[in-house]
């Protein structure tokens, strides 16, 4: 179907983009590369490998994902046992959602490489995962089996980032319906990971390549690769059912003269596609969400980076950011009733961390308020309100 074939080539270009922004840390100058000597052999590591925490040993560690709360423990080596609660789309305010949970074995055969016992790394996994749903007033609860290749790393002490790639087979029940079907999905958690007991401490002047000490960028073009593609299909008592979300994101940033603050853009696109197949026939249904926000930031606690070393980079930092958003959509229904349901402009503040590594590597975590002002002009309604609601992203720059 044009849907699966239009998916197949989508995810293997979103491989492609998430290897090369993740396989960056190559282009870090190695020639400072130093050794650590955990046993009787010596072992080397990059600098990036070093901000990473790929030469510290680790047994357990508290998980505290955004929205989110979870542990990993060392079953053997190089196998660890995770486990972790969380609410998938980032969005407080929602009460569609509750949290997911999800519980897996993992093999981290890249710290195997290293020789290494820690949780930063690439690693294979086989979990499980669990979710409810409310649609109106239906529970919808899923359970899920499924294999997972990822990238884990540790950022400097007490950062985490874990991004991959997921494909399984669920059971959905709904209406007292159960269906069972098949997924992909590209989840991506970002916050704390917690290492308790005897720690290692960092060397401000072997992060210099990587934390840019002596280095100032003043632009960014930022590519955002957390939850980019979604594919689900599904038996329902109709047919079958497939649905597919592809949500780019790009944003720039530019940093205004010498100050610590900056103007940032950051544009989203949210596509979803839809068939049902009852029978002979076959109803389809689409719908693209473009949103522009666009904002100052103010990067408070440079200077006192600075100071401890932690680097001059204008444009890596804790900030404050306000700013004004807008939104479009458009829905084509099953049956082919197309309409705009509606404009949205919405006022929002916030608080963050962005963080840059590397030459190509950045992430950026914030969360805050915004007012939002929903008008349907086909039917002359207007909705208000005002949500908490966060956003994780972590990718490539230029």
């Known amino acids: 179907m044009k849907i699966l074939k239009a998916f197949s080539q989508i995810i293997g270009a979103a491989t492609l983009l998430c290897v ?20 009787t052999t010596l ?19 508290l998980r505290v994902p955004v929205f989110g709360v979870g542990a990993e423990v060392e079953i053997l080596p190089y196998f660890t046992w995770m486990t972790q609660i969380y609410y998938p789309l980032l969005q407080l305010s929602s009460q569609s959602y509750l949290p997911e949970i999800n519980s897996e074995l993992r093999w981290y055969y890249g710290s195997r490489d290293l020789g290494v016992q820690n949780m930063s790394g690439n690693y294979l996994s086989a979990g499980v995962r669990f ?22 790393r540790r950022i400097l002490g007490n950062g985490l980032a874990d991004i991959g790639f997921i494909a399984g087979i669920s059971t959905r029940r709904e209406e007292g319906f159960s269906r069972i079907g098949f997924f992909i999905q590209s989840p991506v958690s970002l916050g704390l990971g917690l290492v308790f007991g005897e720690r290692t401490t960092l060397d401000r002047n072997r992060l210099c390549p990587v934390v840019k000490c002596h280095e100032v960028e003043s632009f960014l073009l930022k590519i955002n690769f957390a939850n980019l593609i979604s594919y689900n299909s599904l038996e329902t ?16 940033e530019q940093k205004i003269f010498n100050s610590p603050f900056s103007f940032n853009l950051d544009l989203r696109s949210d596509f979803y596609y839809e068939v049902q197949t009852a029978g002979s026939e076959v109803n389809s249904s689409s719908e693209n969400n473009i949103a522009l ?9 440079m200077n006192r980076r600075i100071r401890l070393g932690k680097g001059g980079n204008g444009l890596s930092g804790n900030y404050f950011s306000g700013g004004l958003g807008g939104a479009y959509g458009s829905e084509d229904y099953f ?4 309409y705009s349901f509606g404009n949205r402009l919405f006022p929002f503040v916030s608080t963050g961390i962005q963080r840059t590594l590397g030459r190509r590597m950045y992430y950026d975590l914030n969360i805050g308020f915004r007012h939002t002002s929903n008008k349907i002009p086909d039917m002359d309604i207007k909705v208000t309100s005002t949500e908490v609601y966060g956003n994780a992203q972590i990718g490539i720059k230029f």
């Open 43 to 61: 072992k080397y590591v990059t600098p990036l490998e070093y901000a990473f925490m790929m030469h510290e040993e680790t047994k357990f560690m």
């Open 131 to 152: 979710e409810e749903e409310f649609l109106s007033a239906d529970l919808i609860k899923t359970f899920g089996y499924y294999a997972k290749w990822g990238m884990q």
């Open 335 to 338: 049956y082919s009733s197309e």
């Open 237 to 252: 008592p109709m047919g079958p059912y497939q649905f597919l979300s592809i949500n780019p994101n790009i944003a720039i």
């Open 20 to 39: 090369f922004g993740f396989s960056a840390h190559a282009q870090v100058d190695d020639s400072i590369a130093f050794y650590n000597k955990s046993d």
């Open 293 to 301: 926000n666009a904002g100052l930031r103010w990067y408070y606690n």
